[in-house]
T-cell receptor
């Protein structure tokens, strides 16, 4: 079983719609959760992180975390063609000598003009 | 957000040679830096964790004698790919942590071994 799972997509949404990206994780000890955006040929850029159950909003982005269900999602409101990219979910567990991120394989989002 | 730089941004080398990639945190001190590798259409795979002043911790399956990591200061970590082969061609990305949550990525280095 993969540690962090995402649907690879592509997820296609029309411009102006809400894009919903989902991620599940297997380690119940995971404590913080991250969403990164990666354009083709570029390195990931941090969109937001969340560590408490519930919703966290930042502009057009909302991260949702449900630790009981081991589920984290990212909503993008008013999707724009410039949002078209691969969205990577990452999970961090603490303890041991290092605190490392475990990445999912990413979901490709395509926003249609 | 914090800025992480990498140099070079791309490099082409001949099989059997060594290549050094630098990763710098420009506006913060990073006690820990991470090195990732990404093959086309695949996700990031953590290669090793680099702690300032100590030996790097390598992930399972990553050859420590082939991928030499040095974290000489709180703002600089280097990855040297020794005796590079075509299968080492990949996108190498470093990241550095600021605080317990955020981790910022450098722009990446595209390595092509001919």
């Amino acid at each position: 079983q993969k540690e962090v799972e995402q649907n690879s997509g592509p997820l296609s949404v029309p411009e102006g719609a809400i894009a919903s990206l989902n991620c599940t994780y297997s380690d119940r000890g995971s404590q913080s959760f991250f969403w990164y955006r990666q354009y083709s040929g570029k390195s990931p850029e941090l969109i937001m992180f969340i560590y408490s159950n519930g919703d966290k909003e930042d502009g057009r982005f909302t991260a949702q975390l449900n630790k009981a269900s081991q589920y984290v999602s990212l909503l993008i409101r008013d999707s724009q063609p410039s949002d078209s990219a691969t969205y990577l979910c990452a999970v961090k567990s603490y303890g041991g000598a290092t605190n490392k991120l475990i990445f999912g394989t990413g979901t490709l989002l395509a926003v249609q003009p | 957000g914090a800025v992480v730089s990498q140099h070079p941004s791309w490099v082409i080398c001949k099989s059997g040679t060594s290549v050094k990639i630098e990763c710098r945190s420009l506006d913060f001190q990073a006690t820990t830096m991470f090195w990732y590798r990404q093959f086309p259409k695949q996700s990031l795979m953590l290669m090793a964790t680099s702690n300032e002043g100590s030996k790097a911790t390598y992930e399972q399956g990553v050859e420590k004698d082939k991928f030499l990591i040095n974290h000489a200061s709180l703002t600089l970590s280097t990855l040297t790919v020794t005796s590079a082969h075509p299968e080492d061609s990949s996108f190498y990305i470093c990241s550095a942590g600021q605080g317990p949550y955020e981790q910022y990525f450098g722009p990446g280095t595209r390595l092509t071994v001919t």
